[in-house]
C-alpha cells in the first residue's frame, strides 16, 4: 500500500511474521464452541442446585430468614411450627447424656467434690458453645454457665474456670434479675497493627425479658442489634470498629431496660472494683 | 432480531482467516496467541450468532469480536506477566524501532492502522469496526503517519 512509508510497511510485516504460517481450522471452533456451551450448562446447573438449596432454606423460615441471618428481632409467636423447630435445630438447648468419666470431682470448682448431675446445651452457633452444668457439692445443688469456642480443627477452650470465684461467680449468683438480666461473654481484642480495641463476638445468655441485645456507640445509636434466641444472643459479623459505650439489652416493647458500660474508663474502674475485693 | 447464520460466519472465516490471524498477531506480538484470539472470537461469534442485530455488516461485527478478544488476552498477559523490555527478534536497530514505534501509537491509531495495512479495509469499513465516523478514520490515521514519520526521523540510522 502507497500509503504507508517503506520502513513502517517493513515494520508492520514483521510485527505479523508467524501468522501465515497457520491455517484456517473451522472444526477446532466448532468444538470450542460446544465444549464453551457444555462449561456453560454445567455452572447453570450448579446455579440451579444452590438456588434450590437457598429455596429450600428460605421455605422453612419462609420471609424471616433474612431478619435472623441479619440480625433483626423475629417474633417467636410469628413463627410457624417448622420454623421453631428449625431454630431449635440452630439455638435450642437439648440435654447431652453424661458418662461415667463425668461424674468426677468438679474442675471448675477446685477444692470442692462436685459432681455433674446434668449437663445442658444452650447453645452451639459459630463455634461457641453455651453450657448450663447442674453439680452437686456440699449436699447442695449449683448451676454453672460455662462458654467453650472452638476454632477450626478442634483447637479452643473454655471460660476461665479461675474467673468463676472473681467477678463473673458474683454475676453468676445476681443473674437472672431486673438488676442483670444479661450475662455478656462478649469478646474483644486489639491487635498490634491495629491498637483500637474491637468485638470479634457479641455474645451472651439473657433473661426472658430480653428481646434484643445491641451496641451503643458514643452518639448514641444502637448497632449490631441482635435478637435473643433461646435465651442466648450470639452475632459474629457486622460488629463496630470501637467497643463503643455500653452493651445494651431491650424488651419486646423496646425499652431499655440494662445497660453494661463497655467504655475504655468503666473497665479501668472494674479493675479497680475487683482489686479491693 | 436478525441473527447470523452459522455458514456466513464460516464463509467470512474462511475467506478472510489470515487478515484476522494478522491482525490478532501484530496486536498480541506472537502468532501463537493471534491464532488462539481468533479462534476464541470467532468461537464466541458462533455462541452469540443470534445476538447479531444486522446494525453493522458481519463482517464489521466480527472484526469487533477479534479486536476485542485479542485485547482482552493482550490484558489477561500483561497481568499475568512482570513488566520488561520486549526482546528484539533480529537484534536491534531501526527496524525494532519501527516495530516499538508502531506498537506505542494509541489504541485506535493502531487498530486503524492494522486494518488498512492488513485487512485492506476501505475507511467506511473501518469506520464501522471502530463505531466512528469515516472522516474521523482518516483523522486518525492522518495523525499515525504523522507519527510514525516524526519517530522514524529520530531514529539514528
Given at each position: ?59 422453612v423460615?419462609?420471609p424471616?430468614?433474612v431478619?435472623?441471618?441479619v ?10 411450627p ?37 449437663k ?29 469456642w ?11 474456670p ?59 445509636e ?8 433461646d ?35 468503666c ?11 | 432480531?436478525k ?53 453493522v ?15 482482552d ?18 537484534g536491534s ?62 531514529v539514528?540510522?
Amino acid at each position: 500500500l502507497s500509503e504507508f512509508d517503506l520502513p513502517v510497511q517493513q515494520g508492520l510485516d514483521r510485527l505479523a511474521q508467524g501468522a501465515n504460517e497457520r491455517a484456517a481450522d473451522w472444526p477446532d471452533i466448532l468444538q470450542r464452541s460446544q465444549l464453551a456451551r457444555r462449561r456453560s450448562v454445567l455452572v447453570a446447573t450448579c446455579c440451579l442446585v444452590l438456588a434450590g438449596a437457598a429455596l429450600a432454606s428460605a421455605a422453612v423460615f419462609g420471609p424471616r430468614l433474612v431478619p435472623i441471618i441479619v440480625g433483626q428481632p423475629v417474633d417467636r409467636d410469628e413463627l410457624t411450627p417448622a420454623e421453631r423447630a428449625g431454630l431449635s435445630r440452630i439455638s435450642g438447648g437439648r440435654d447431652v447424656p453424661l458418662t461415667t468419666t463425668e461424674r468426677q470431682p468438679h474442675e471448675y470448682l477446685p477444692g470442692i467434690e462436685a459432681v455433674t448431675i446434668s449437663k445442658r446445651l444452650l447453645a452451639a452457633r459459630g463455634g461457641h458453645d453455651f453450657w448450663v452444668e447442674t453439680l452437686r457439692a456440699r449436699y447442695q445443688r449449683h448451676a454453672v454457665l460455662v462458654h467453650c469456642w472452638r476454632f477450626g480443627h478442634g483447637s479452643g477452650g473454655c471460660e476461665d474456670p479461675a474467673a468463676l470465684a472473681g467477678p463473673r461467680a458474683r454475676e453468676l449468683r445476681r443473674f437472672p434479675s431486673p438488676e442483670l438480666p444479661i450475662l455478656d461473654f462478649s469478646g474483644i481484642q486489639a491487635s498490634t497493627a491495629n491498637t483500637t480495641p474491637r468485638y470479634f463476638a457479641l455474645e451472651g445468655i439473657a433473661s426472658d425479658a430480653v428481646k434484643t441485645v445491641a451496641i451503643e456507640l458514643q452518639n448514641g445509636e444502637l448497632v449490631a442489634v441482635t435478637p435473643v434466641i433461646d435465651n442466648v444472643y450470639l452475632r459474629t459479623m457486622g460488629l463496630p470498629k470501637t467497643t463503643g459505650e455500653a452493651i445494651v439489652a431491650i424488651d419486646s416493647a423496646g425499652r431499655r431496660i440494662y445497660d453494661a458500660c463497655v467504655a475504655p474508663e468503666c473497665f479501668a474502674k472494674q479493675g479497680q472494683d475487683e482489686a479491693t475485693h | 432480531m436478525k441473527g447470523a447464520e452459522l455458514d456466513e460466519i464460516e464463509a467470512l472465516y474462511r475467506s478472510r482467516f489470515h487478515s484476522f490471524a494478522k491482525v490478532a498477531t501484530a496486536l498480541l506480538a506472537d502468532p501463537d496467541a493471534g491464532f488462539d484470539a481468533v479462534q476464541e472470537a470467532f468461537t464466541a461469534a458462533v455462541r452469540k450468532r443470534r445476538g447479531f442485530r444486522g446494525d453493522v455488516p458481519l463482517e464489521a461485527w466480527l472484526w469487533r469480536i477479534v479486536l476485542n478478544k485479542a485485547r482482552d488476552q493482550r490484558r489477561s498477559r500483561r497481568a499475568l506477566t512482570a513488566p520488561a523490555p520486549q526482546p528484539a527478534a533480529n537484534g536491534s536497530g531501526p527496524a525494532d524501532a519501527v516495530r516499538e514505534s508502531i506498537l506505542g501509537l494509541p489504541d485506535r491509531q493502531r487498530a486503524a492502522v492494522f486494518l488498512r495495512y492488513y485487512a485492506d479495509l476501505d475507511y467506511l469499513s473501518i469506520a464501522r469496526v471502530l463505531d466512528v465516523r469515516a472522516g474521523t478514520v482518516a483523522a486518525t490515521l492522518n495523525a499515525a503517519h504523522r507519527t510514525l514519520r516524526k519517530r522514524l526521523q529520530e531514529v539514528p540510522r
